[in-house]
């Protein structure tokens, strides 16, 4: 029987080993990040697939680091065939890479080498691409630049979030993880190396890269808003304060305005903003800093301030 160890932190790496676990693989021990505060009360939280891990009682480990040698040589004394990582959270070194027999897969949420890092879907909606993907790929020292196994396309819908697609792409990753494994370990697969000359990459998202430039066109400012969702939030303030766009569409308006970029108008207590190109961009759902989200029509409704202010001023 193929020992796996698995290392993955995120929803988006459930999938994965769940279906190892369905298809019967002997799990030596699953890796994740170490338990992180969460909430208002910031109480130790256990990732999502420490919290699969429990449920079938499997073997954990939470370094902190892959880094020292008595964890690698932890991870070598359970002897794996095979390291399968998916959004593990840390970069595997070579010490680690070297340790399975069948080398390290990757389950990666984009159709590399397009998107390589930490925030592959967020930077394909943001983007405006119709089509990402997901590709099993051996890993290397290098991000995310090693062979490519197998890849599977999936379409970008124009009502996609960060979260929805990740939700579709992490089931898609798992069942062509499921796919290819087993070819990979009877040796039926080629890999294929990376174009370096299609290269893209995807930083770690932060807080403040959910902030909303109006100076930017309303089409890019639409896909800004389904690209931070659910996390970090695309934002702006108003009056001193964050107001967290939650929800947007482009708005057809007839003809391009002159007021300053993120000028508000209402219209039926629709809410409207000036964008960089005179288009304007319709919130939907918006949530003020230190109160719930709301529908937009029913915050104008609440806040007839609101029309005429400029937001991000």
């Known amino acids: ?169 992490a089931r898609i990753g798992a069942t062509l993880l499921i796919e290819t494994l087993p070819k990979w370990l009877a040796g039926e697969i080629t890999p294929r190396k990376q174009d370096e000359s299609l290269v893209t990459l995807a930083g770690r998202l932060k807080k403040e890269d959910g902030k909303l430039d109006w100076s930017r066109s309303a089409v890019e400012l639409e896909r800004h808003v389904r690209a931070m969702s659910p996390w970090p939030s695309a934002f702006t303030t108003w009056q001193g304060r964050q107001l967290k766009v939650l929800r947007a569409e482009l708005a057809v308006v007839g003809q391009k305005n002159k007021l300053p970029n993120g000028a508000v108008l209402t219209n039926r207590n629709h809410v409207y903003v000036q964008c960089g190109d005179g288009e304007m961009l319709r919130l939907t759902e918006v949530q003020l800093e230190g109160k719930r989200a709301m529908d937009a029509e029913a915050f104008a409704r609440g806040h007839p301030n609101l029309a005429g202010s400029v937001l991000g001023g």
Request: glycine share 6%; net charge negative; hydrophobic share 45%.
């Open 1 to 169: 029987m193929t020992r796996v160890i698995f290392m993955g932190t995120p929803a988006f790496a459930v999938p994965s080993l769940a279906a190892l676990i369905e298809a019967k693989y002997e799990i030596a021990a699953v890796v994740t990040q170490p338990d992180a505060p969460a909430g208002r009360g910031q109480q130790l939280k256990p990732s999502p697939v420490k919290m699969l891990a429990q449920q079938h009682r499997l073997h954990i480990l939470q370094p902190a680091s892959l880094k020292p040698s008595d964890v690698v040589e932890a991870l070598g004394a359970l002897a794996p065939d095979v390291i399968v990582v998916a959004a593990f959270g840390q970069i595997l070194r070579r010490d680690v890479l070297d340790l399975p027999k069948h080398h390290c897969l990757n389950v990666h949420a984009s159709l590399l080498p397009r998107w390589r890092g930490a925030s592959p879907v967020s930077a394909a909606i943001a983007a405006g691409d119709a089509i990402t993907g997901v590709t099993i790929m051996l890993m290397e020292a290098g991000l995310d630049s090693g062979p490519i196994l197998a890849q599977r396309e999936e379409p970008i819908l124009p009502e996609d979030t960060t979260g929805t697609l990740t939700e579709r792409l």
